[in-house]
């Protein structure tokens, strides 16, 4: 569903009830007479986003997850994929992580629903007796107040601008008949009903199956699961069908006469070769005219310009020449656990004019034990990595991998490989450097071996060991960068501050920090205080950077991070050019004087420079500072 304002007014758009495609996705299992998980609904939801800010209407987004759970910072990666950080330190389903990069905004906390939140909320106002007695129910109260978050979070501005948006996307999870939407779905009959007409748009995704045996597009699970939206008090105004190949016109109207929705409003969301391609299906199906038609708005649009984000795609299409990264993790069974990594690495990697290739190494399996007990498998790991033309360590918890993790470290180390690690990542790469280098064989991290003689690692003082949810370093936070000959400091564009979101517990032992330097590492990024490290560097390496935060979180396509932009150039060849360019346009940006001083305006992420358009040769500033 959608729901936004316009020029005062409140106006609905629309609700995504599934939302769909990913041809890398697999189908799930179809749940009573609905549709199927495993769609890919956010790409979808992020694709009319933006199809609908093409046409020069602010968009925003809204993610309903019917999990009892708060947030998504208590859950495993295995079960849920990654945990996307908001600037506001809100821990996320990984979709909004989709609407912020292709729409490049900025959410909020508040931008994520989830049933734990709703029930914690009504639960709040019953103790404090805000219902004058009356029995709280699921109807009326629990639906009321999710229209009421929904219509509280639409008003927040997330692109840099003032005022509310003018459309709203809100995507449901789940499938029809699940227990734990039923709350969700009647709150959103019910806010259809109270809008009216022409404030709400349905978008109902829902699968198309092709039978291998007979080679026919069966459109029964989209009946049955249209009749069960039917039947739950919500008609879809729009048919957002997935199916491998593109519908076939009587297939089309078989959709149309028996799910009552007309033939031009039944979309194919087939196979393409990457989710870029999304927008540009829905735009030339004229899926634009069908929502903004459902909401009044054909009058204030514009025609849909794409013209950038198309040129992008072909790009991406027709990349050739490989860079090779190992991704050394302990959650790779599930690539969704990495994959805001995995978006910067494509973004800097398009960017730069190349096709990457990933290379999945559990990091386990690089270590010794792996060795005595599956020989070929320790074998395949190592290859992987030493054929690899860099290697990235990114964050992870808990000890299992941490010592495949070090030997990567140290490999890319003592081999020149360009190296990044992230969060975690810059954690053990320091410990390997006190373990190879110091000769402090038993240095360790205070979460891996609490008793350690020589913590590298140690947990940060106003951290809490009896909750888990909410209680590490979270959201956007300042790091100084005080060398101004560093790599990052370069890559940053001759940045002396960068803004970039934290995920952790613990952190580098600041105490010991005197020893690693005179060693040869350089920590060259550090908070307010001094006392925390946010970046290191190996200046006697050609590429090999650990930070504390998780620069992967703000990359856009068209605008890639700073760091995995590094990653990228110095893993084919290009490092020197890019520092020598970015440290130019740094420059250029920070020059004017007043009084003699050199000043320069920091821009927040969604507020671009003009004549750079908010990017450094195409690399992301991140609403990062500098001056020349």
Known sequence: MVFGQKRGRERATKEKDRWAIDNQQTIGEERRGGVVSGLGKGVTASSIGLLLK??????????????????????SPFEHGEVFVLDDGGEVDLDLGNY??????????????????????VLEKERKGEYLGKTVQVVPHITDAIQEWIERAAMIPVDGNEGPADVCVIELGGTIGDIESMPFIEALGQF??????????????????????????????????????????????????????????????????????????????????????IPLLLRDQKAHEAILKGLNLLGTATEPDLTEWTARTKIYDMLQ????????????????????????????????????????????????????????????????????DGILVPGGFGDRGVQGKILAAKYARESNVPFLGICLGMQIAVIEYARSVLGLHNANSAEFDPKTPNPCVIFMPEGSKTHMGGTMRLGSRRTYLKDPDCKS????????????????????????????????????????????????????????????????????????SALFSGLIAASCGQLDSLLNKSSHVGKAVGSGMSNGKATYKAHQNGNHSNGLNGSLNGAYMNGNGMHH
């Open 54 to 75: 093409s046409c020069g209407l602010r968009v925003t987004s809204i993610k309903i997850d019917p999990y009892l759970n708060t947030d998504a910072g208590t859950m």
């Open 100 to 121: 912020e990069r292709f729409l490049d905004i900025k959410l909020t906390r508040d931008n994520n629903i989830t049933t734990g939140k709703i029930y914690q909320s």
């Open 192 to 277: 259809s009903y109270r809008v009216g007409p022409g404030n709400f748009c349905l978008v109902h995704v829902s699968l198309v199956p092709v039978l291998n045996v007979v080679g026919e597009q069966k459109t029964k699970p989209t009946q049955h699961s249209v009749r069960g939206l039917r039947g739950l008090g919500l008609t879809p105004n729009i048919l957002a069908c997935r199916s491998t190949k593109a519908l076939d016109d009587n297939v089309k109207e078989k959709l149309s006469q028996f799910c009552h929705v007309p033939a031009e409003n039944v979309v194919t969301l087939y196979d393409v070769p990457n989710i870029w391609h």
């Open 321 to 388: 020449d490989p860079v090779k990264i190992a991704m050394v993790g302990k959650y790779v069974e599930l690539k969704d656990s990495y994959l805001s990594v995995l978006k910067a690495l494509l973004h800097a990697s398009v960017h730069h004019r190349k096709k990457l290739v990933v290379g999945w190494v559990e990091a386990s399996h690089l270590e010794d034990i792996t060795a005595e007990e599956d020989p070929e498998t320790f074998k395949a790991a190592w290859n992987h990595l030493k054929g690899a």
């Open 489 to 560: 400091a370069k890559l940053y564009g001759d940045a002396t501050f960068v803004d970039e979101r934290h995920r952790h517990r613990y952190e580098v032992n600041p105490d010991m920090i005197p020893e690693l330097e005179e060693a040869g590492m350089s920590f060259v990024g550090r908070d307010e205080s001094g006392r925390r490290m946010e970046i290191v560097e190996l200046p006697s390496h050609p590429f090999f950077i650990g930070v504390q935060f998780h620069p992967e979180f703000k990359s856009r396509p068209g605008k890639p």
